[in-house]
């Protein structure tokens, strides 16, 4: 199936991406080849057969609920890009 | 012989003899590091005062009479997507460029505490994306054997620094045959274990489903020493299996008489001759010490790639959606507002290939696509699943070509996306299915280059894998190296 550029730019959108025009074109052309390529799924019978989200199922696993140290704060926040008073700082959400 | 030549146990014994010191030999190790560094790129970061300091304690250890475990004081290097406790850990990619982890991975603090001394951190495709490791932001690495050929990938740097003696040992991680493929393009051995067998416990998550931590090594002997200390239950990882592992140094018998060998034909389709004349000379080989080899057929083998490329996508998209230039890494420096920011960092940190899959994978599972692509995927791989439990229901390995072709041209396939992802045709698999595969050095094909033999067993079988190629490394010498 082809993909369509406003449909690239549909994605990019959702995907958090800003994509130029030349990015743009290049990106149509190299998603079309690989979904094409992708859609000799269509021609696999699938019918009835139950989706596998994991090779070795493994379910439910927890740990008992005890306290425990975790990481310093100072040691989480060293590689902020940028903190302030022990938080990380982003620009204003809400205007 | 010059030390760097050793095996990693060769030199663990000679250090555990008093031969030579720990000290000693983090030093040469440190400097081989910098020349494979400085010759094919290999390492990102090399990391001398980590390995002195941690040689010297090793040192005085030794002095007092300690035990430490067979690998005690051998120089390795990690993997770059594997964190290091204050010590660069960067994906090879512009996002975490600066990134320096407040703790260890599991396996990282495993090696520490059996004595292993820490050389470097290795390069490697950008996020572990692709197959010849030529999208790190911090320069494509170059084969050993060739300068000219790619090392294969991701694990790139992990492969090419063992060919290299730059590293006596290395860890990789291998999502769709990115421990399997570099190692068979750099002539070493490298194994994938069974989904859960190693904590991906500070691994930075690809695909989480795929994922898996192995060791690359000279030969298969090394890699059990490795697996020996990082295959272990950790609760740090919910999908690390709460199970009983065995000694792989045990299982390294020199008797494979009677193994049942099924060679799936479809995954010698589009092969090069130079591979399969390399691939069916190691099987004769095989069969000669004792192992039954039969041709058997894997159909579904011709829709493993697609799902593979779904899934792995679809969950990369997913996963790499945590780079937002807020808590680490990479941030854009000029922008508008808070949404500005999040596309600027991602835009300008990514690379094309990986900007490429979360692309792919936020598409296939969009609104009105998630049953075509991702869900069919995930069917997929259940069929995929059956047919290899059907085949080791009658079969203990499955014997194929790692890849189609010797290490390819730098530059060659890097215009092609689809060109370069239907060479990982026989290493997917066993991801999707969460099965163990190792590659052993089988031969040498066109210029020389090196080919490798793929080995796959049941989940929890490694030690069959190991012991084969063990054996196969007994009477050949394809694994001897530079």
């Known amino acids: ?95 | 012989m010059s030390i760097e030549k050793l095996t990693a146990l060769e030199i663990a014994a000679k250090i555990k003899n008093k031969e030579i010191s720990a000290t000693e030999v983090a030093k040469h190790m440190v400097s081989q590091a910098v020349k494979t560094k400085e010759e094919t790129g290999a390492y990102i970061t090399v990391t001398e005062d980590v390995a002195i300091e941690q040689a010297k304690a090793v040192d005085e250890k030794i002095a007092n009479g300690a035990d430490l475990g067979p690998l005690a004081g051998v120089p390795f290097a990690i993997k770059d997507n594997i964190c290091t406790k204050d010590i660069l850990t960067t994906c090879g990619s512009k996002m975490l460029y600066n990134f320096e982890p407040p703790y260890d991975a599991f396996v990282t603090k495993r090696l520490a505490d059996s004595g292993c001394v820490l050389i470097g951190k290795t390069n490697m495709d950008e996020f572990a994306m692709g197959s010849s490791n030529e999208t790190s932001y911090f320069g494509e690495v170059k084969n050993p054997h060739n300068h000219d050929c790619v090392p294969g990938g991701s694990s790139g740097g992990s492969a090419a620094a063992v060919a290299a003696n730059g590293a006596y040992f290395t860890l990789g991680s291998d999502t769709g045959g990115s421990i399997r493929l570099p190692a068979s393009f750099c002539g070493v051995t490298g194994i994938k274990p069974t989904y859960g067998m190693v904590s991906r416990f500070g691994l930075v998550a690809f695909a989480s489903s795929l994922d898996q931590i192995g060791p690359i090594a000279k030969d298969a002997a090394d890699c059990a020493a490795v697996m020996n200390i990082i295959s272990a239950y950790d609760n740090m990882d919910s999908t690390c299996l709460d199970i009983e592992r065995p000694d792989y140094m045990k299982s390294l018998e020199n008797n494979i008489k009677g193994l049942k060998i099924a060679v799936p034909k479809e995954y010698f389709n589009g092969a090069d001759e130079d591979v399969k004349t390399a691939i069916n000379a190691s099987l004769k080989q095989l069969e000669e010490m004792g192992a039954i080899v039969e041709e058997v057929s894997l159909p579904v083998t011709d829709y493993a790639l697609a799902a593979y490329y779904i899934i792995s996508s679809a969950e990369a998209s997913s996963n790499l959606a945590r780079y937002d230039g807020v808590k680490y890494g990479y941030r854009a420096e000029n922008f508008d507002n808070l949404s500005d920011m999040y596309f600027k960092t991602r835009c300008e940190g990514f690379g094309d290939e990986v900007k490429r899959r979360i692309m792919l994978g936020t598409y296939a599972l969009s609104s009105g696509y998630y049953d075509a692509y991702y869900k069919k995927a995930q069917q997929v791989r259940s069929l995929i699943k059956d047919a290899f439990t059907n085949i080791f229901a009658k079969y203990d390995v499955i014997a194929s070509p790692v890849y189609p072709t010797v290490a390819f041209k730098r530059g060659e396939k890097t215009s092609d996306p689809v060109k370069m992802y239907t060479g990982d045709i026989c290493t997917v698999s066993a991801n999707i299915a969460g099965i163990p595969g190792i590659s052993v050095p089988c031969g040498f094909g066109k210029d020389n280059m090196p080919i490798g033999l793929q080995l796959m067993a049941n989940a929890f079988k490694e030690d069959v894998l190991l012991k084969t190629a063990f054996a196969y490394q007994q009477v050949t010498d394809f694994h001897k190296g530079i």
């Open chain 1, 1 to 95: 199936m082809k993909i369509t550029e406003k449909e690239v730019e549909y994605v990019a959108k959702l995907a958090r991406l800003y994509v130029s025009d030349e990015e743009k074109e290049k990106l149509t052309k190299d998603m079309s080849a690989i979904i094409e390529f992708a859609d000799t799924l269509s021609k696999i019978d699938t019918d009835g057969v139950a989706p596998a989200a994991h090779a070795i199922p493994v379910q439910n696993v927890f740990r008992e609920d005890v306290v425990k140290d975790s990481y310093k704060r100072d040691d989480i926040l060293k590689n902020a890009p940028e903190k302030e008073a022990g938080c990380f700082s982003v620009p204003k959400v809400v205007e």
